[in-house]
C-alpha cells in the first residue's frame, strides 16, 4: 500500500511561484513513479507532470514546460497565470519503462491540495 499527502497549495498573485510537497509513504518498489495532475471545475483531470524517481527521469505537459520542476517530492511552480488555478493531487505507480501522466497508470492518489492564481 502506497499513502501519499500534499500539501503546499495556496492563493498566489499571477506571475508568482509555489511549491507543493507530496510526502509518500508505504511500499516503495510500488511508487517508482511520481505524478503531478490538477483539476479545475469544470474540467477534466490534467496530468502535468511526471517523474521516474530511480532514474530522475521527467515529463511535462506542454501548458507548464519550463514553468514547472518536478523532483521527488516536491513540484516547483514559478511563473503562475490563473490558468493554472485548480486542485492539485500527488500519486504514485508502478512503472518498468517511462512513466506517463495518464492517470490510469497511477493506482494511489492523494486527496489535493489547492492552488489558486488571481489576477
Known amino acids: 500500500q502506497v499513502n501519499l499527502v500534499e500539501s503546499g497549495g495556496s492563493s498566489v498573485q499571477a506571475g508568482g511561484s509555489l511549491r507543493l510537497h507530496c510526502a509518500a509513504s508505504g511500499t516503495s518498489y510500488l511508487r517508482n513513479c511520481i505524478g503531478w495532475f490538477r483539476q479545475a471545475p469544470g474540467k477534466e483531470r490534467e496530468g502535468v507532470a511526471s517523474?521516474?524517481t530511480p532514474t530522475g527521469t521527467t515529463y511535462y505537459s506542454d501548458s507548464v514546460k519550463g514553468r514547472f520542476r518536478i523532483t521527488e517530492g516536491y513540484l516547483q511552480m514559478n511563473g503562475l497565470n490563473p490558468e493554472d488555478t485548480g486542485m492539485y493531487y500527488c500519486a504514485a505507480g508502478l512503472s518498468y519503462g517511462t512513466c506517463t501522466t495518464k492517470a490510469g497508470d497511477f493506482p494511489y492518489w492523494g486527496q489535493g491540495t489547492q492552488v489558486t492564481v488571481v489576477s
Open positions: 517523474i521516474n
